[in-house]
């Protein structure tokens, strides 16, 4: 399953929001019923740190500003209000068939 | 804290072999399935292979199959990974996650593959 992030590069300003798609080559709904679709966040520097899980779950410690959405091949991940700590690249990834990543999106202060 | 702590990264001419070992730390690595995912210099995440908590089933990223064994002993709380014939382009990152969703990551080891 190939994973297309839009957009590659995401300059915005701090305290306004901002969002990524991540469309699936194929539907990412699974035998079992679930969709698994994460977000992660890799700051400068950091190994990737999960943020969301199943589409929509917020994973342990993460900011409700994270939210995910979607369903079968069109996923979003929205940032409601950009913090300096949120610079980073973000992939998609699925866990439906084996494991595929998205190219990652660049997010950084304008 | 979950922590999985990645070690065994270094220097390897091309066809070398290395094994990468990955302990827990602050948690049992039993309860939990383990992926190697790898980030070659400047580029995006690669996942490599998976075991289950038991071992009892593997998977592998096409480009390392036949080449990499993900293996684990849990009485040791530690995973590994074997990795033969070592080409130039498996040189990255690479980082031990925790959970069937990648819930927890170490700090990764660099593998460099060069002559």
């Known amino acids: 399953i190939v994973m297309t992030q839009t957009p590659l590069s995401s300059p915005v300003t701090l305290g306004q929001p901002t969002s990524i798609s991540c469309r699936s080559s194929?539907?990412?709904?699974?035998?079992?019923?679930?969709?698994?679709l994460s977000w992660l966040q890799q700051r400068p520097g950091q190994p990737p740190r999960l943020l969301i899980y199943?589409?929509?779950n917020r994973f342990s410690g993460v900011p409700d500003r994270f939210s995910g959405s979607g369903a079968g091949t069109d996923f979003t991940l929205k940032i409601s209000r950009v913090e300096a700590e949120d610079v980073g690249v973000y992939y998609c990834?699925?866990?439906?068939?084996?494991?595929?990543f998205g190219q990652g999106t660049k997010v950084e202060i304008k | 804290q979950v922590q999985p702590v990645e070690s065994g990264g270094g220097v390897v001419q091309p066809g070398g072999s290395l094994r990468l070992s990955c302990a827990a730390s602050?948690?049992?690595?039993?309860?939990?399935?383990v992926h190697w995912v790898r980030q070659a210099p400047g580029k995006g995440l690669e996942w490599v292979a998976f075991?289950?908590?038991?071992?009892?089933?593997?998977y592998y990223a096409d480009s390392v199959k036949g080449r990499f064994t993900i293996s684990r002993d849990n009485s040791k709380n530690t995973v590994y990974l074997q990795m033969n014939s070592l080409r130039a382009e498996d040189t990255s990152v690479y980082y031990c996650?925790?959970?069937?969703?990648?819930?927890?990551w170490g700090q990764g080891t660099l593998v460099t593959v060069s002559s």
């Open positions: 075991i289950r908590y038991d071992g009892t089933n593997k």
């Open positions: 602050g948690f049992t690595f039993s309860s939990y399935g």
């Open positions: 194929q539907s990412l709904v699974h035998s079992d019923g679930n969709t698994y």
């Open positions: 996650t925790a959970g069937w969703g990648l819930d927890y």
């Open positions: 990834m699925q866990g439906t068939q084996s494991w595929t």
């Open positions: 199943k589409i929509s």
